[in-house]
């Protein structure tokens, strides 16, 4: 026992690693079943030779020695009663079925004190693995953000650019506004790619891009209804200019 205990002390060690510590706990365990499967042999082989003085020379029925074998010295007791057995012999076999229950209940505190030093490094372990991975998914996560905002003020100094550029070669208000809605279609194909790549949802963008595009085709749209109209309404302004 004293070695058992030794190991399980050892155990609380915080310098071993968890693996070091729980390969101590499991030595110890299997040096108190070694020990139990030893000390119950002895103590079974105790009581069977106490229990056998008892049924020796006695003339016991069948019945009485077979309650004997099943219900121990509550039996013996009655048989004691009936001058059958002697009080001796009563105690040695109430002596070996007393140190039967002890190397029990001594092995079951043992096992039990074992088993919840192993559950809690278990849980430690748990908890550490636990947080190993939240604190990978919080980097990666991070790592997705990082990404994203540097793609999103790349683009805004782009159009800085852009619009610094426009202004410098004179451009009108509509080629400005041209070169940044032909910006805004490239970036956002640009930033679904990207979220892709780092298997983030894109729906939201993907909805934002065909917003725009109808909204493009139905200026479009409109504006070339205009000029057609334009057109002809020219056209017939010619014609009754001719006649």
Excluded: P
């Excluded at 192993?118 to 947080?131: I, R, S």
């Excluded at 208000?173 to 940044?180: A, G, M, S, V, Y």
């Excluded at 990207?194 to 939201?204: E, H, W």
Aim: avoid cysteine; aromatic fraction near 2%.
């Amino acid at each position: 026992e004293a070695q058992i205990n030794k190991l399980l002390v050892q155990s609380k060690n915080r310098s071993l690693s968890e693996k070091e510590r729980t390969k101590l706990i499991e030595e110890a365990m299997a040096i108190e079943q070694k020990q139990f499967e030893q000390t119950k042999a002895n103590a079974d082989e105790e009581y069977r030779i106490a229990m056998q003085k008892l049924i020796n020379g006695k003339n016991l029925t069948k019945q009485q020695i077979e309650d004997l074998k099943t219900r121990g010295v509550e039996a013996a007791l009655q048989l004691q009663d009936l001058k059958l057995i002697s009080d001796e012999e009563i105690d040695a076999l109430k002596n070996a079925q007393l140190k039967k229950i002890e190397i029990q209940n001594k092995s079951t505190q043992l096992t039990e004190k074992a088993q919840i030093r192993l559950d809690q490094l278990a849980d430690k372990a748990a908890e550490k693995k636990k947080k190993r991975r939240a604190d990978a998914a919080a980097k990666k996560q991070k790592n997705i953000e990082d990404t994203l905002k540097t793609a999103e003020d790349k683009n805004k100094k782009e159009l800085v650019l852009i619009k610094e550029q426009a202004v410098a070669e004179g451009k009108s208000k509509e080629e400005l506004d041209q070169l940044i809605e032909n910006k805004e279609l490239e970036h956002i194909t640009n930033m679904i790619a990207l979220r892709k790549s780092l298997g983030q949802d894109t729906v939201d963008l993907e909805n934002t891009y065909a917003d725009k595009r109808i909204a493009i085709n139905d200026r479009i749209a409109k504006e070339e209804a205009r000029i057609a109209e334009e057109k002809k309404k020219k056209e017939e302004d010619d014609a009754k200019k001719a006649e």
